[in-house]
Every structure is written in structure tokens, then in C-alpha cells.
């Protein structure tokens, strides 16, 4: 029988299933493991369009939905936290004039 997950472990494996989940979506060669050590700024390097974000969030607010137990609008919330810390920058988001 499988030895079932904490809480804590469930959401350490969401980080992991998160980041690569984000890389494959973006068309991105990287994984969690190429940067789990690095303490810069890591997620400038690479880029993702406003098409491939959205993708990538649905897939996670639903991830968390079945695996964290979360309801749909919480889920939601959670995902635009995990956007803020780990997303990727948007290629073609359009830039302000100055």
C-alpha cells in the first residue's frame, strides 16, 4: 500500500509538478531539478506568451483543485500567488511608453 502524503509533502510536490509543468507548456528544455539551487533571479531568463500563461494556470487551478482539495475559487487565488512567485515573464505582453 502507498504511503500517503502530508499535507506539507503534497504542496512540495506541487511546486515541483508547478515549475515543471510551466517549462514544458512554454516550450522550455528546463526542469525543477536545473533550478531548484539557484538563489537569482531564474525565472527572468526564460519567457512564455499571455496564451501559454493562461494554459498554464488552468492546469495548475486544476492540479490544485484535485490534489490540495482546494474549491475552485481558492484554487484560482493559490495559483495567481504561485504566478506572482515562480511565473515566468510574458513575451508579448505590451510594453508601456514612457
Do not use: C
Amino acid at each position: 500500500m502507498a504511503k500517503r502524503l502530508t499535507r506539507q509533502e503534497k504542496i512540495d510536490k506541487m511546486v515541483v509538478d508547478m515549475i515543471n509543468k510551466m517549462f514544458e507548456i512554454a516550450g522550455h528544455d528546463v526542469t525543477y531539478d536545473d533550478i531548484k539551487d539557484r538563489k537569482d533571479d531564474w525565472f527572468h531568463e526564460w519567457a512564455m506568451t499571455e496564451a501559454q500563461n493562461d494554459e498554464w494556470r488552468e492546469w495548475g487551478k486544476k492540479y490544485i483543485q484535485k490534489n490540495l482539495n482546494m474549491h475552485a475559487k481558492q484554487a484560482e487565488k493559490e495559483m495567481l500567488w504561485i504566478n506572482l512567485m515562480w511565473g515566468l515573464k510574458l513575451s508579448d505582453y505590451p510594453k508601456v511608453e514612457e
